[in-house]
């Protein structure tokens, strides 16, 4: 019973977390879908090209809740795939209060969290120009309407208040449903043994890890970069799996941005941009 209390509170402990993030997105985007001029929006969407680097610093603070936010706004077509991209690959999760708890060497504290940020911004920029290549130039514009029809909000016949509140409300209740059942999951199979386990086959530990980085949970990337100070994952193991480890962020695209051809394919691209970083590290290192 102690055990299942747990389990439940750390779920909503989780989910609480992001409440603040993902009501103040909705509210941006409800502002500019029904308040905002056109000449608003078009500058908004036209600082896409600066997006990625922008969304690679931003990342990198420990907050998972950049990565559902980026999730959303890209659900809406407020900012570009690369942008998002660069928040996911960027962000810490609990990367960084670990480290620092541990009294890891700052220069290697500013190395990791730099590799991090670089690779964020590169990759979201060459992803944006293959797109822009792909559709010739072409840009999605705001489509946030759909989000509200999917979710059945009204908003037209309410406040924007009203409206981010009922997108916030039902979103969460998705994420806290989730993060239980995935809570359950990694108490019952272990992180750590799971973590553990790969590090035994190191020709197939950065491919591992970097799966291990894509379960939307922080235990991902705490047990990562503990098994990382330990000497149990190699630094190249390390790189790709906390690369990959996008936070709530996945979790939150796949829920708000109903074509899973192309979440498949970001998921696809967040997972071999991380193993690639990860062997050129390993390489190097």
Not at 58 to 66: D, S
Not at 133 to 142: D, M, N, S, Y
Not at 232 to 241: K, N, P, Q, V
Request: glycine share 10%; aromatic share 6%.
């Amino acid at each position: 019973m102690d055990l299942l209390m747990d389990i439940i509170f750390d779920a909503a402990l989780d989910t609480a977390k992001l409440i603040p993030f993902l009501f103040l997105t909705y509210l941006a985007m409800e502002y500019l879908e029904n308040k905002a001029g056109e000449k608003t929006v078009e500058v908004l969407l036209g600082a896409g090209k600066k997006g990625p680097v922008i969304g690679g610093i931003l990342g990198a603070v420990p907050q998972c809740g950049f990565s559902a936010a980026a999730a959303n706004l890209y659900s809406g077509g407020v900012i570009t795939v690369g942008t998002m991209l660069a928040v996911f690959l960027s962000t810490s999760d609990e990367m960084l209060p670990i480290l620092v708890s541990e009294r890891t060497k700052i220069s290697t504290i500013l190395l990791i969290l730099a590799g991090k940020i670089i690779t964020g911004v590169i990759a979201g920029i060459l992803v944006d120009i293959a797109v822009r290549i792909r559709h010739k130039g072409k840009q999605r514009g705001l489509c946030i309407h759909e989000i509200c029809e999917r979710d059945h909000c009204h908003c037209e016949e309410g406040s924007i208040l009203k409206s981010a509140l009922t997108h916030s409300l039902q979103i969460v209740i998705f994420i806290f449903l989730i993060t239980l059942m995935i809570n359950a999951a990694v108490e019952w199979i272990g992180m750590e043994r799971i973590v553990r386990t790969i590090s035994n086959y190191p020709v197939v530990s950065i491919f591992l890890t970097a799966l291990v980085g894509l379960i939307p949970n922080c235990a991902a990337s705490v047990t990562i970069t503990t098994f990382y100070l330990e000497g149990i994952l190699s630094a190249g193991s390390m790189f790709a799996g906390l690369l990959s480890c996008a936070g709530i962020g996945l979790l939150v695209l796949f829920r708000t941005h109903r074509n899973w051809k192309v979440n498949l394919r970001i998921t696809g691209c967040l997972y071999g941009i991380s193993v690639a970083v990860g062997i050129l590290v390993e390489l190097i290192l």
